[in-house]
């Protein structure tokens, strides 16, 4: 390996960073300030881009600014593992500007320049997180993130918000202080935090009891931005947040700044060997199991979409933990693969779910019935990527569990294996009912339990909306009941708001151009009607009219990256790295 002094590191941390100060100087010229963020955004795709044939070439790029604490150097490093997390999270947040132009605009969100200044500022930590070169900086740029994103998680300014702010506050900070312990305990017996393939070398003579109780702290710190169980509440609760900030920071850079802390202690501070000694990958791995079956069960009782893919995420944070735990140079491959295959897949989860919100008001799977119909390429995208989430080929979630499964056979952990294949299954009973409800059922006549009673294809008859007599538990003007899952939905017509505050807590503007008046209120909340007056979601072709280009986009890139990445995954690089990293922690080619 050989190290190369070179400015690039810390050119791509700043390169967001301070695109900031143009952002904010154009906050009333919004073309202007996108333009800020486009740009930033290229830039750093193309600084992280071009340390990639150097970094498959066995180069490590190193800005070094001396001291930071005595025994500890400022060091920024792009090695094999720190590319793996900057290339994806700089390609991501590219993608998501786009989709994030579309989504604030669609909805006439305020306070829209501070929304684009954080989330400039949360990319710049997350890739200061990917260079880290020791533990103290991995720490500094950890804190940053948390500071950086809090804006974003609290962002309607709701109570709410406010609430789901704190409590992310507190978990995080206290996340935190959990890896600045634990990085203090390691330089006492070692003298040094700097990351070393196979971990540092002094570690394996401390005090296994001192050494144990190092590996707690830094997992736990890492592990609440992880969402282990049972610190994981504040992730769906953040949930509150705009669908942007979902996708990328619920499902890139703020979780997978957690897995990325605990790969780099399992890979670069411990080890694998050591790991083995102590104990402590066969306990890591039984958190990881729990974690992964439990929140997948948790998703099947969620009726807010929203909601059910953020404890799927926690499900699927877990795979790569998993991997990491039980040490095989096999299952090592599949959770550090499952990093890019997760993210591309439930971007694109996120993103469906954010364009059903703008374009429909529609937020409980309960009331997607029929929904198919109104956004296919929507809905079609949402079904690739959640074929991929259940393990099926041909889609990227496929690759990186099927590395994931030969390692905990190969490793001789057949109760983790059978915890895998488990949460697959619950993966397809909570994704199917959406896909199922979406093209198979027509408003008014929903299946509880599609998966288990319903004829496959559904019901394609027209309800009978007389003899029903509509919802009981509606208001005069159809709306239902605030609060909870609407399980007797009758359509569209009901998840829209008549002209109030919605659930994300900002007025019902129409395309940025002000309060609706009372005829487009009107207009916009009328159930569309099929052939014989029943509730039906109106037809719309598969060229687009579904939603602007500016959401599609981004959502067909993500659906198209899942593809990618489950078909030819090698020659989408993200692969290569990993086996890379892998090689290089274990001496085994896999």
Same mark, same amino acid.
């Given at each position: 390996?050989?190290?190369?002094?070179?400015?690039?590191?810390?050119?791509? $941390?700043?390169?967001?960073?301070?695109a900031?100060?143009?952002?904010?100087a @154009?906050?009333g010229?919004?073309n202007?300030?996108?333009?800020?963020?486009?740009?930033?955004?290229?830039?750093?795709?193309?600084?992280v881009? =071009?340390?990639?044939?150097?970094?498959l070439?066995?180069d490590?790029?190193?800005?070094?600014?001396?001291t930071?604490?005595?025994?500890?150097?400022?060091v920024?490093?792009?090695?094999?593992l720190?590319?793996?997390?900057a290339?994806l999270?700089?390609?991501?947040?590219l993608?998501?500007?786009?989709?994030?132009?579309?989504?604030?605009?669609?909805?006439?969100?305020?306070?829209?320049?501070?929304?684009?200044?954080a989330?400039?500022?949360?990319l710049?930590s997350a890739?200061?997180?990917?260079?880290?070169g020791n533990?103290l900086?991995?720490f500094v740029?950890?804190?940053l993130? #948390?500071?950086?994103?809090y804006?974003?998680?609290?962002?309607?300014?709701?109570?709410?918000a406010?609430?789901a702010?704190?409590?992310y506050?507190?978990y995080?900070?206290?996340?935190?202080?959990?890896?600045?312990?634990?990085?203090?305990?390691?330089y006492?017996v070692?003298g040094?935090?700097?990351?070393?393939a196979?971990?540092?070398?002094?570690?394996?003579?401390a005090?296994p009891?001192?050494a144990? +109780?190092?590996?707690?702290l830094?997992?736990?710190?890492?592990?609440v931005?992880?969402?282990?169980?049972?610190?994981?509440?504040?992730l769906?609760d953040?949930m509150?947040a705009?669908?942007?900030v979902?996708?990328?920071?619920?499902?890139?850079?703020v979780v997978k700044?957690?897995?990325?802390?605990?790969a780099r $202690?399992?890979?670069?501070v411990?080890?694998?060997?050591?790991m083995a000694e102590?104990?402590?990958?066969?306990i890591?791995a +039984?958190?990881?199991?729990?974690t992964l079956? #439990?929140?997948s069960?948790?998703?099947?009782?969620?009726?807010?979409?929203?909601?059910?893919?953020?404890?799927s995420t926690? @499900?699927?944070? *877990?795979?790569?933990v998993?991997?990491?735990?039980?040490?095989?140079?096999?299952?090592?491959?599949?959770g550090?693969?499952h990093?890019?295959a997760h993210?591309?897949?439930k971007?694109?989860?996120?993103?469906?779910?954010?364009?059903?919100?703008?374009?429909?008001?529609t937020?409980d799977? =309960?009331?997607m019935a029929?929904?198919?119909?109104?956004?296919?390429? #929507?809905?079609? +995208?949402?079904?690739?990527?959640?074929?991929?989430?259940?393990g099926i080929?041909?889609v990227?979630?496929?690759v990186?569990?099927?590395?994931?499964?030969?390692?905990?056979? *190969?490793?001789g952990?057949?109760?983790? #294996?059978?915890?895998?294949?488990? =949460?697959?299954?619950?993966?397809?009973?909570?994704?199917?009912?959406?896909? /199922?409800?979406?093209?198979?059922?027509?408003?008014?006549?929903?299946?509880?339990k599609?998966?288990v009673e319903?004829?496959?294809?559904?019901?394609?008859?027209?309800?009978?909306?007389?003899?029903?007599?509509?919802?009981?538990d509606?208001d005069?003007?159809?709306?239902?009941?605030?609060?909870?899952?609407?399980?007797?939905?009758?359509?569209? +017509?009901?998840?829209?708001?008549?002209?109030?505050a919605?659930?994300?807590? /900002?007025?019902?503007d129409?395309?940025?151009?002000?309060?609706l008046d009372?005829?487009?209120?009107?207009?916009?909340?009328?159930?569309?009607?099929?052939?014989?007056?029943?509730?039906?979601?109106?037809?719309?072709?598969?060229?687009?009219e579904?939603?602007?280009?500016?959401?599609?986009?981004?959502?067909?890139f993500?659906?198209?990256? @899942?593809?990618?990445?489950?078909?030819?995954?090698?020659?989408?690089?993200?692969?290569?790295? $990993?086996?890379?990293?892998?090689?290089?922690?274990t001496?085994?080619?896999?």
């Amino acid at each position: 390996m050989t190290e190369l002094t070179s400015l690039r590191p810390v050119a791509a $941390v700043l390169v967001s960073a301070v695109a900031i100060v143009p952002i904010l100087a @154009s906050r009333g010229r919004p073309n202007l300030r996108e333009a800020w963020t486009v740009l930033a955004a290229l830039a750093k795709l193309g600084i992280v881009a =071009s340390m990639v044939p150097g970094v498959l070439a066995g180069d490590t790029y190193v800005t070094d600014f001396g001291t930071f604490v005595p025994g500890v150097q400022f060091v920024l490093r792009a090695d094999s593992l720190g590319i793996l997390f900057a290339l994806l999270a700089s390609l991501l947040w590219l993608v998501t500007s786009f989709y994030s132009m579309g989504y604030m605009r669609g909805l006439d969100e305020h306070s829209q320049t501070r929304y684009f200044a954080a989330f400039a500022g949360s990319l710049a930590s997350a890739i200061g997180i990917a260079f880290a070169g020791n533990l103290l900086v991995l720490f500094v740029f950890y804190e940053l993130l #948390t500071v950086a994103t809090y804006p974003l998680v609290a962002h309607d300014e709701t109570d709410e918000a406010r609430a789901a702010g704190r409590k992310y506050l507190t978990y995080t900070f206290g996340g935190g202080v959990a890896v600045l312990a634990g990085a203090v305990l390691v330089y006492w017996v070692t003298g040094t935090t700097a990351f070393a393939a196979g971990g540092i070398a002094d570690l394996a003579t401390a005090d296994p009891l001192v050494a144990r +109780a190092a590996f707690a702290l830094l997992i736990t710190g890492f592990g609440v931005k992880a969402a282990l169980m049972p610190i994981h509440s504040w992730l769906p609760d953040a949930m509150v947040a705009p669908t942007p900030v979902s996708g990328l920071l619920h499902a890139v850079a703020v979780v997978k700044s957690g897995v990325f802390g605990i790969a780099r $202690v399992v890979l670069d501070v411990f080890g694998p060997d050591l790991m083995a000694e102590l104990g402590v990958g066969t306990i890591l791995a +039984a958190i990881a199991a729990f974690t992964l079956v #439990t929140s997948s069960v948790i998703a099947l009782r969620q009726d807010n979409l929203k909601r059910r893919l953020a404890y799927s995420t926690v @499900s699927q944070l *877990s795979y790569i933990v998993l991997g990491l735990a039980v040490l095989h140079p096999m299952s090592l491959v599949g959770g550090l693969l499952h990093i890019p295959a997760h993210a591309f897949m439930k971007l694109t989860l996120f993103f469906c779910a954010g364009a059903i919100h703008v374009e429909t008001h529609t937020d409980d799977i =309960s009331n997607m019935a029929g929904i198919g119909k109104r956004m296919p390429l #929507t809905m079609t +995208a949402f079904g690739v990527a959640a074929l991929g989430m259940a393990g099926i080929p041909l889609v990227a979630g496929f690759v990186s569990k099927y590395f994931l499964l030969i390692g905990t056979v *190969s490793a001789g952990d057949v109760v983790f #294996t059978l915890a895998l294949l488990v =949460s697959g299954v619950l993966n397809i009973a909570y994704f199917w009912p959406v896909v /199922y409800a979406a093209f198979f059922e027509s408003p008014g006549e929903q299946d509880p339990k599609p998966l288990v009673e319903a004829v496959l294809g559904g019901r394609f008859g027209e309800p009978d909306v007389a003899a029903d007599g509509g919802k009981p538990d509606d208001d005069p003007d159809g709306e239902p009941a605030d609060d909870g899952p609407d399980e007797e939905s009758d359509g569209p +017509a009901d998840d829209h708001d008549h002209g109030h505050a919605d659930d994300h807590g /900002y007025a019902d503007d129409h395309e940025g151009q002000g309060p609706l008046d009372d005829a487009e209120a009107a207009a916009q909340i009328q159930p569309e009607h099929g052939p014989d007056d029943s509730l039906a979601w109106e037809h719309r072709r598969w060229t687009g009219e579904e939603s602007t280009w500016l959401m599609l986009g981004p959502i067909l890139f993500a659906a198209t990256g @899942s593809v990618v990445l489950g078909i030819v995954p090698d020659a989408a690089v993200f692969l290569r790295i $990993v086996r890379l990293v892998v090689s290089g922690v274990t001496g085994v080619s896999v």
